[in-house]
């Protein structure tokens, strides 16, 4: 059976961090790409950052560039997102996906963890 369990949301001010975790287990992190999405109510959901392959390969939204990094512990079979720099419209609940392959049509998802920015 597959899990992702996703922690470290909370309350924080604008322009402060917070680190996300994944921790998986029924899935190896490491052969499987590895997604952070997020949605806020009465929003799409929306892409946020992958890590997929050997790890080397990660890819962001626009939106995140230059402030969130994504990365993994193969040992762990962790998943992590660190948040810096946040801004109230990165408020969202944070969901951690695992595909096959691909980024943007995971088959496992999480349950999620809420990320509040205030100004």
């Known amino acids: 059976q597959v899990q992702l369990v996703e922690s470290g949301g909370g309350l924080v001010q604008a322009g402060g961090s917070l680190k996300l975790s994944c921790a998986a287990s029924?899935?190896?992190?490491?052969?499987?790409?590895m997604t952070w999405f997020r949605q806020d109510p009465g929003k799409e959901r929306e892409f946020v950052a992958c890590i997929r392959g050997s790890g080397t390969s990660r890819t962001y939204a626009e939106s995140v560039k230059g402030r969130f990094a994504v990365s993994r512990d193969n040992d762990k079979n962790t998943v992590y997102l660190q948040m810096n720099s946040l801004k109230p419209e990165d408020t969202a609940v944070y969901y951690c996906?695992?595909?096959?392959?691909?980024?943007?049509?995971?088959?496992?998802w999480g349950q999620g963890t809420q990320v509040t920015v205030s100004s």
């Open positions: 996906a695992a595909g096959v392959g691909t980024c943007t049509s995971p088959t496992y």
């Open positions: 029924g899935v190896t992190v490491s052969s499987y790409a």
